[in-house]
């Protein structure tokens, strides 16, 4: 099994709402990322998550705060964004961080964002 | 800072023709990655390319690394219709944030009858 869910699909937000997107995965991966995309762009590393603890945070605003309950789970809550935040967010896994073994990123189907 | 290039960044091309993507990193890196994307959808992992001079073929694809020109190529044989997708590389970046990847700005590819 080499999937990467996350949920919600799509979500419509306000600038003063709180939200949380959801990622899952079950491959015993021990790093876990959140990428930002733009329409037509390519995707922007924010956080990555070795082994449940953060090792990157790519200067991503306060208005985005990573979370990861357990090596199968990453959250990213969101408060008070901007239209500007409104993009695809993506999340993905690796077996460990690349530089340590040899594999790829798996992704996820990715939660499109609105906001309003 | 790392730097990706690819080109070209859109290419429209007819079945049944062959066509190279190139992509150009600015830094020393021995692992580069390719990925393809559908409208809409997530990214899916077609190649991984670790060491000089690796060659790797999947069906109509084929991708190989050069490290020391800082070249990779994404060769496509005798096109199809589903072919037609955007194609990312993407490099590791070995300084500053080690271990993430930094992608091109992608190859859109259009693959006509």
């Known amino acids: 099994d080499t999937e990467v869910t996350q949920t919600p699909k799509h979500l419509v937000m306000g600038m003063t709402n709180k939200k949380s997107l959801k990622c899952e995965q079950h491959m015993g991966h021990r790093a876990m990322y959140w990428y930002k995309q733009k329409a037509k762009k390519p995707p922007e590393l924010m956080f990555v998550?070795?082994?449940?603890?953060?090792?990157i945070n790519e200067s991503v605003p306060s208005r985005f705060s990573p979370e990861c309950p357990n090596s199968s789970l990453l959250n990213l809550h969101l408060h008070a964004l901007q239209p500007e935040d409104s993009a695809l967010y993506l999340c993905?896994?690796?077996?460990?961080?690349?530089?340590?073994?040899?594999?790829?990123?798996?992704f996820g189907p990715g939660t499109r964002l609105l906001v309003l | 800072e790392l730097k990706v290039e690819q080109n070209p960044l859109f290419l429209s091309m007819q079945e049944g023709k062959n066509y190279t993507i190139y992509c150009n990193y600015s830094?020393?890196?021995?692992?580069l990655y390719w990925y393809r994307q559908d409208p809409g959808k997530s990214l899916e992992s077609l190649f991984v390319?670790?060491?000089?001079?690796a060659v790797k073929q999947e069906g109509r694809l084929m991708a190989s690394l050069d490290t020391k020109a800082r070249l990779s190529t994404l060769h496509i044989t005798a096109a199809v219709h589903d072919l037609s997708a955007t194609y990312f590389c993407?490099?590791?970046?070995?300084?500053?944030?080690?271990?993430?990847?930094?992608f091109g700005k992608g190859t859109k590819l259009s693959v006509k009858p």
């Open positions: 390319l670790l060491s000089n001079g």
């Open positions: 993905a896994s690796s077996q460990d961080h690349l530089r340590v073994l040899q594999e790829t990123q798996y």
């Open positions: 998550y070795s082994y449940e603890k953060l090792s």
């Open positions: 830094t020393t890196s021995d692992r």
């Open positions: 993407a490099v590791e970046n070995y300084g500053g944030s080690q271990g993430n990847l930094i």
